[in-house]
C-alpha cells in the first residue's frame, strides 16, 4: 500500500474520531460560508426532470473538494443528476465527482470508486456534497469521511460520493438510496469533463450507513443499471436489517438516533402514517430531530428508549412498522451482486450486529456469490470504519487489477 494512503488513514482516524463525539453541529451560513442545500438553488429539482433518462446529467458546477480543511489535489465537481425515489418518482440529487490531478498511470481506464458515507441525517448538512465543498470548519461530520475517499484518490482512482438519500434526505429509504448510488456513477461516466469512458471499471465502497447503501445499490445494479462494468463491493460495518441495528442503539447512549431516524421513513413513505404510532412526546421528540445529523440526535436525546416515543408498549413491534423496515433493508431487497463482495466487520460491534451481516452474505454466496468476510477482534463499530479501511483498500485495487479474490463462502454457509 502506498504511504500516502497510511497518512490519510492516519489523518482519517483523528479526525473521524473527534467527530465522533455527541457534539452538537451547526451549520455556517455567514459571510463566506457555504449555504446548505436546502438554501442553494443549485440543488432544486427541475420541473422537467421526467424527460431525463436515469442518471443523465441535469447540471453541473467546478468545486474546490476540500479535504478537511486543505484542497484535495483533484478536479472535482458537483453534478446535479436524475434519480427516482422509492416509489419510482422521478427526482433527483448531487453527486460529487472527484478526479485525481495527477495522470492515471495504470493499466486499462481509470478506475471509478463510488464511496457512499455514513450519510446518516436528515438534513442537506449531513450530506456529502456539503462535507467536501464546506470542510471539517463548517460542516463537522458531514466531511469525516473525506480521508477514506481520500485513500482512493491516492490510488489514482477517481470518486463519486453521492448524496444518496436525495433532495429530502429519506434517510432509510432503501430503493432510493441504491438507485441514487447508481445514477450517482452512471452521471459519474457521462460526465464529459471527467473523461471516464462507459467501459470504465466501478467498485462501490461504504461502511455502516455507507454499507447500507452500497449493498442495495450492488443487488438493485443487474437489473437496474446493468451496463456498469461493476468489479468490486466493499461493505464494512454492514447493515443488513434496520430493525437489528436500531434494537442494537435502544436505550444505549446512541439511542437519541431513533428519533431523527424516524423522519426518513415519515418523509418517504406518508403513506405508513407512521405518525399513528408515535405518543404526542414521540411525535415532539421526532419533529425536534428533524433536522438533525446522528451526532445532533446523539446529544439532544441521549439513551433514548422505545417506550419514550411510542404510541403503546410494543407499538414497534406492529405488523406495518415491521414490514416497512424490512422491506427497506438489504435483506428485504431482491437481488443479487454481480461483482465478489469484501466485507470487514468487528467481531464485538455494538452498534450493527455481525450475526445479522453473515445471514446476509450466506445470502449472496449461496447466490453464487464470491465473499471475502475479514472480521476484527481488536476494534468496536467506530475504530473499525478506519482499522479496516487498508483492506478495502487493498480489495478493491486487486479487483480493478483483474485479480481474484479470496472466498469465505464455505466457512459462512456452515455456520
Same mark, same amino acid.
Given at each position: ?10 489523518? $482519517? ?26 438554501? &442553494?438553488?443549485? @440543488?432544486?429539482?427541475?420541473? +422537467?426532470?421526467?424527460?431525463? $433518462? &436515469? ?11 476540500? %479535504? @478537511? ?6 478536479? $472535482? ?14 427526482? #433527483? ?25 455514513? =450519510? ?37 482512482? #477517481? ?5 444518496? =438519500? ?5 434517510? *432509510?429509504?432503501?430503493?432510493? =438510496? ?54 468490486? !463491493?466493499?461493505?464494512?460495518? /454492514?447493515?443488513?436489517?434496520?430493525? &437489528? ?20 421513513? *415519515?418523509?418517504?413513505?406518508?403513506? @405508513? ?31 433514548? &428508549? ?13 405488523? %406495518?412498522? !415491521?414490514? *416497512? ?16 463482495? @469484501? =466485507?470487514?466487520?468487528?467481531? /464485538? ?17 449461496? +447466490? ?20 479496516? $479501511?487498508?483492506?478495502? !483498500?487493498?480489495? *478493491? ?13 464455505? #466457512?459462512?454457509?456452515?455456520?
Amino acid at each position: 500500500m502506498k504511504r500516502s494512503t497510511t497518512v490519510l488513514a492516519a489523518l $482519517a482516524l483523528a479526525v473521524t474520531t473527534a467527530l465522533a463525539g455527541p457534539a452538537l453541529t451547526t451549520p455556517a451560513t455567514g459571510a463566506g460560508g457555504v449555504p446548505v442545500p436546502e438554501d &442553494d438553488p443549485f @440543488y432544486a429539482v427541475p420541473a +422537467d426532470v421526467a424527460t431525463y $433518462a &436515469d442518471g443523465a446529467v441535469i447540471s453541473s458546477r467546478r468545486i474546490t473538494a476540500l %479535504a @478537511y480543511v486543505v484542497p484535495a489535489p483533484t478536479d $472535482a465537481w458537483q453534478i446535479l443528476y436524475k434519480t427516482r425515489d422509492s416509489h419510482g418518482t422521478p427526482t #433527483a440529487t448531487v453527486t460529487t465527482l472527484m478526479v485525481p490531478k495527477a495522470a492515471w498511470t495504470g493499466t486499462g481506464a481509470r478506475p471509478l470508486v463510488s464511496y457512499q458515507t455514513a =450519510e446518516d441525517g436528515v438534513a442537506g448538512r449531513c450530506a456529502p456534497s456539503y462535507g467536501l465543498r464546506a470542510g471539517a470548519l463548517q460542516a463537522g461530520a458531514a466531511s469525516a469521511e473525506v480521508g477514506l475517499m481520500m485513500m482512493a484518490i491516492a490510488n489514482g482512482w #477517481a470518486v463519486s460520493a453521492p448524496d444518496y =438519500e436525495g433532495p429530502e434526505s429519506q434517510f *432509510l429509504a432503501g430503493r432510493l =438510496e441504491g438507485q441514487a448510488v447508481l445514477d450517482g456513477v452512471r452521471a459519474s461516466l457521462a460526465f464529459t469533463e471527467a473523461r471516464l469512458p462507459a467501459s470504465t471499471p466501478v467498485g462501490l465502497w461504504g461502511y455502516s450507513g455507507g454499507s447500507f447503501a452500497a449493498s442495495i445499490a450492488a443487488q438493485l445494479e443487474p437489473s437496474y443499471a446493468p451496463e456498469i462494468n461493476l468489479q468490486a !463491493v466493499a461493505l464494512g460495518g /454492514f447493515v443488513s436489517e434496520i430493525r &437489528d441495528t436500531i434494537d442494537k442503539f435502544n436505550g444505549t447512549v446512541y439511542g437519541g438516533a431513533i428519533a431523527m431516524g424516524v423522519n426518513g421513513p *415519515l418523509r418517504a413513505f406518508p403513506e @405508513y402514517d407512521l405518525g399513528q404510532y408515535l405518543s404526542a412526546e414521540g411525535k415532539q421528540k421526532v419533529a425536534a430531530a428533524s433536522g438533525d445529523c446522528i451526532a445532533d440526535a446523539v446529544a439532544r436525546y441521549p439513551f433514548l &428508549d422505545y417506550a419514550d416515543i411510542e404510541a403503546y408498549p410494543g407499538a414497534m413491534n406492529a405488523p %406495518a412498522v !415491521v414490514e *416497512l423496515l424490512h422491506s427497506n433493508s438489504p435483506s428485504g431487497i431482491p437481488g443479487t451482486p454481480s461483482a465478489p463482495v @469484501y =466485507e470487514y466487520h468487528a467481531m /464485538f460491534d455494538q452498534l450493527a450486529p455481525i450475526a445479522t451481516a453473515r445471514k446476509q452474505l450466506r445470502r449472496y454466496c449461496n +447466490d453464487g456469490v464470491v465473499v471475502q468476510q475479514v472480521v476484527d477482534y481488536l476494534t468496536e463499530h467506530i475504530s473499525q470504519t478506519i482499522a479496516g $479501511a487498508p483492506g478495502a !483498500v487493498a480489495f *478493491l485495487g486487486a479487483r480493478f487489477a483483474g485479480k481474484a479474490p479470496k472466498n469465505s463462502c464455505s #466457512a459462512l454457509v456452515r455456520e
